[in-house]
């Protein structure tokens, strides 16, 4: 199983950010999907999730309504747009499945 984020980066307050996950290695069209956060000095948390075709999502109520995730079966891709950052959304982000979560990309938000 691979899960490769990308996307992250440097942002002021309020700004946006897309961030991607390729993956490969097991069936990404059966399979839900996540995104997950690592703020500094904190525990792992759930951000986001989608159901296998996407029709079905989730958010922790932190980010619902700045945040959507999607998802594309055929290019086994699975991506976060975030909107109106805040600093508090900085860490990294994985996205994660069946208990997995490959390299994050990290996302900084300044004041």
Request: charged content about 20%.
């Amino acid at each position: 199983v691979q899960l490769q984020a990308s996307g992250g980066g440097l942002v002021k307050s309020g700004g946006s950010l897309k961030l991607t996950c390729a993956t490969s290695g097991f069936k990404f069209g059966h399979t839900a999907m996540s995104w997950i956060q690592r703020a500094p000095g904190k525990e792992l948390e759930w951000v986001a999730a989608i159901s296998w075709n996407g029709e079905t999502t989730g958010y922790a109520p932190s980010v619902r309504g700045r945040f959507t995730i999607s998802r594309d079966n055929s290019k086994k891709t699975v991506y976060l747009r975030m909107n109106s950052l805040k600093p508090e959304d900085t860490g990294l982000y994985y996205c994660s499945t069946s208990g997995r979560r490959g390299q994050g990309t990290l996302v900084t938000v300044s004041s």
